[in-house]
C-alpha cells in the first residue's frame, strides 16, 4: 500500500477526516490516545469530533467516570473509556510490571513495601475517597515510605498497572487548564467493565478501526507486546477488520468522511497519527523527523498536518494567565499551508483550550 493511500485512510480511521458527533464516540473509536500531557491527551479526542467540544466539557467525561487516565501501555499514560480498562491491563499491565521491576528494586520498593503501599493507599481510598498525588504521597510518609526520589511515582504505578487505581476527576484549576486529576480506586470508581473473550485479540482489532490500515508490528510498539504476542492477536478471526494487502490489516466498516473537515489541523504532542506506527515517515517527511521528535528528553512535539503530512510544529502555553495567548505556529516546509489555514486550525484549539 503507497504512502497517498495510507495517509488517506489512516486519517479518515483516525476521525481527523471523518469525524466523531462527541469526545466520548472519539474515545471509543480510538480506544486509547497518548495523554503524558494531559492537555493533549484531551484535545485528541476533541479535534476528532464533528463539534466543538471545550475543555470543561471533555473534563466532564472524567468526572462522571466515562473516561478515565492510566499506564495502559508502553508504560506511558493513555486516556481511555473506562469499560476498557481492566481488559487492557490484562494484556499489557503484566509486561509493563516486569519491566518496572529493576527500577523499584534500586528504589528501594521490594514486595513488603510494595504491600505496605497497597494497604495503605487502598485504606486511604476505600469509600470512594480521591486523592491527588500529594495526598497519597502524604500517606506514603505517614506509613514510613518516603515518597521522595521517584519513590513515590513508582509506588503508585505498580498499583495502577495491576488495576487497582487509576486516574479519574479533574481538580479544578482557576485561571487556566488544569494539569491534574484525583487517585480513585478503580474498582469502585469504574461502574461497568467489558469482558471480551480474546483481550489481544479485541486490542488489535480495536487498534485496527481507530488507527488501521496498520500491521501487527505497528500494534506491538503501540501496544507494548511482544511481537509474538501481536501476531498471535492478529492471526485471530474478526468480522470487523481484514488483511488488505500483505500484513496489513484494516476495519472492514469505514467511518464517513465529511466534506466539512479542515484539510489543515493542530495536533498535540504525542499525537496517535504520528506516534502510533513503526514507521513514522508515512506522515512526516523524513528531515522533519528530527524536529517533531521524539527528542533527547523523549519529548515529541505539536504538529501541523496539511492533508496528513506533517508541514509544522507549534506552541502554546497552558499556564495560568497565558493559557489564552495566541499559539504560536512554525511551518517546516514553506508554503505547504496558507496562513489562513494555519490560523484557522490553531483558533479551534485556542477556543478549546480557553473554553
Given at each position: ?22 469526545a ?9 490516545v ?9 484535545w ?60 523499584c ?21 476505600r469509600g ?17 515510605i ?5 519513590r513515590?511515582?513508582?509506588a ?26 484525583l ?10 467493565s ?22 501487527a ?67 512526516c ?32 502555553s ?13 511551518l ?11 490560523a ?6 485556542a ?5
Open positions: 500500500m503507497d504512502s497517498d493511500t495510507l495517509r488517506t485512510e489512516r486519517l479518515r480511521s483516525h476521525r481527523l477526516t471523518a469525524p466523531a458527533r462527541s466520548m464516540d472519539a474515545a471509543r473509536h480510538m480506544l486509547a497518548q495523554a503524558q500531557e494531559f492537555w493533549a491527551g484531551r485528541a479526542l476533541a479535534v476528532r469530533t464533528t463539534t466543538a467540544p471545550t475543555l470543561r466539557s471533555v473534563d466532564r467525561l472524567f468526572n462522571r467516570g466515562e473516561l478515565v487516565r492510566a499506564w495502559t501501555q508502553r508504560g506511558t499514560l493513555h486516556i481511555v473509556p473506562s469499560e476498557d480498562l481492566a481488559w487492557m491491563l490484562s494484556v499489557t499491565g503484566e509486561r509493563q510490571l516486569r519491566m518496572a521491576a529493576p527500577r528494586r534500586e528504589l528501594g520498593l521490594g514486595p513488603d513495601e510494595l504491600a505496605t503501599v497497597e494497604r495503605v493507599l487502598t485504606g486511604a481510598l470512594g475517597n480521591a486523592m491527588t498525588r500529594a495526598e497519597l504521597f502524604a500517606v506514603l510518609e505517614n506509613a514510613s518516603d515518597p521522595t526520589g521517584q513515590g511515582l513508582h503508585v504505578q505498580h498499583l495502577a498497572l495491576r488495576g487497582v487505581l487509576c486516574q479519574g476527576p479533574v481538580v479544578p484549576r482557576r485561571g487556566g487548564a488544569s494539569r491534574e486529576q487517585f480513585v480506586l478503580a474498582q469502585e470508581h469504574i461502574r461497568a467489558a469482558s471480551p473473550a480474546d483481550p489481544a485479540a479485541e486490542m488489535f482489532a480495536r487498534y485496527i478501526i481507530g488507527h488501521g490500515p496498520a500491521t508490528e505497528d500494534f506491538a510498539w503501540w501496544a507494548g507486546v511482544t511481537l509474538g504476542t501481536a501476531r498471535a492477536a492478529a492471526s485471530v478471526s474478526d468480522e470487523r477488520i481484514h488483511e488488505v494487502d500483505e500484513g496489513m490489516f484494516a476495519a472492514r466498516t469505514r467511518p464517513r468522511r465529511s466534506p466539512r473537515a479542515a484539510s489543515v489541523v493542530a495536533l498535540g504532542p504525542f499525537e496517535e497519527y504520528y506516534i502510533s506506527y513503526q514507521d513514522r515517515t508515512v506522515a517527511p523524513p528531515e522533519h523527523l528530527a524536529a517533531v521528535g521524539p527528542g533527547k528528553n523523549g519529548m515529541v512535539r505539536p504538529i501541523l498536518l496539511a492533508d496528513g503530512v506533517v508541514v509544522g510544529t507549534w506552541r502554546h497552558t499556564a495560568i494567565g497565558r493559557h489564552t495567548d495566541d499559539p504560536v505556529p512554525e517546516l516546509t514553506p508554503g505547504a499551508a496558507s496562513d489562513e489555514d494555519v484557522a486550525a490553531l483558533d479551534r484549539y477556543a478549546f483550550i480557553t473554553g
